[in-house]
């Protein structure tokens, strides 16, 4: 079985493969999954993948997953945590599009003009990112985006999204769940790599 250009995840622990016959672990024939939805927990977020090929091992119990083009994925995901979710960004969403924009927390400090300490704090829940901060975070990312791709159509534009945000957004507790399909992401114009 070949597994197109993805990448197989076990959890927490990647591994980039052409064929999955065998279990990595132990060495057991797999058993393959489809039509199954993925829990996509590795990402941080709440995040289900529908239509993925997985493998499960009998003998061990360890689960693979098969997630093609994931740097697409990522984006997308973070293009949805930037257009959906019409909430402050939480905490686990803020490190998301963080490290999606390959900043440390510091650098990300740095280019919102907060101390070193706040990026931090927002991260770990002890702060609420706020109304200024949030609205930058997302147009930095969103930028960042077409920017990578060199598409700059009206559909990704952040600037209707901030008009119809109310101005004083309440912080919401409960995890922003998102459910995908490969084909929104693998035929998403939002570039990467496959
Ligand atoms: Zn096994």
Known sequence: MTIHGGKVLRFNKRYRVNKMENCQVCGEQLKVIKDQPYSYSECGLDVVLLGITQYH???????????????????????????????????REIQFLRKELRLKAKELARILGVSDSVVS?????????????DRLLRSIFMASVNEISGIHDSSMSILDLFMELPLKRKEIKTPHSINLNPQEWLQAECGGTV
């Open 121 to 133: 704090r927002w991260e770990n829940g002890k702060a609420s990112i706020g109304e200024g901060n």
């Open 57 to 91: 091992c009998e003998k061990c119990g360890e689960d693979f997953a098969a997630i093609p083009s994931p740097q697409k994925l990522h984006r997308i995901i973070g293009i949805h945590i930037c257009k959906e979710n019409k909430a402050l960004l939480q905490p």
